[in-house]
């Protein structure tokens, strides 16, 4: 198997919904490669699911209470694969970008 590179960049997303790309389509089936968080003065949460607001909850990363403090998640290997889109719950979040290919 060979290496990821065509790794590319969401809008920045700061309500829930759907991740989308940099010409505001929607994010299809993809693997996120990385998370970067923007988190508010109150300790916060993004729950990532896999098909929309009522899909199955893949993972669901926390933050810590300071909005001067970013968060950056590297996942191993290819990813975390996400077979249908990429939506995005969160909760005392500023904003949430991923990376993903």
């Known amino acids: 198997m060979s290496m990821q590179t065509d790794?590319?960049?969401?809008?920045?997303l700061t309500a829930d919904g759907q991740f989308t790309d940099q010409a505001s389509a929607t994010i299809g089936?993809?693997?996120?490669i990385a998370v970067?968080?923007?988190?508010?003065?109150?300790?916060?949460?993004?729950?990532?699911k896999n098909?929309?607001?009522?899909g199955t909850t893949i993972m669901t990363?926390?933050?810590v209470a300071s909005a001067t403090q970013p968060t950056y998640?590297?996942?191993?290997?290819e990813g975390v694969l996400f077979s249908t889109?990429?939506?995005g719950d969160v909760t005392n979040i500023?904003?949430?970008t991923i990376f993903y290919g």
């Open 7 to 12: 790794v590319q960049v969401s809008q920045v």
């Open 29 to 32: 089936r993809a693997r996120v």
């Open 36 to 48: 970067y968080m923007i988190p508010s003065a109150t300790a916060g949460s993004v729950v990532f």
């Open 51 to 54: 098909g929309g607001a009522s």
């Open 61 to 63: 990363l926390n933050t």
């Open 73 to 77: 998640v590297l996942f191993p290997g």
């Open 85 to 87: 889109n990429v939506y």
């Open 94 to 96: 500023g904003s949430v």
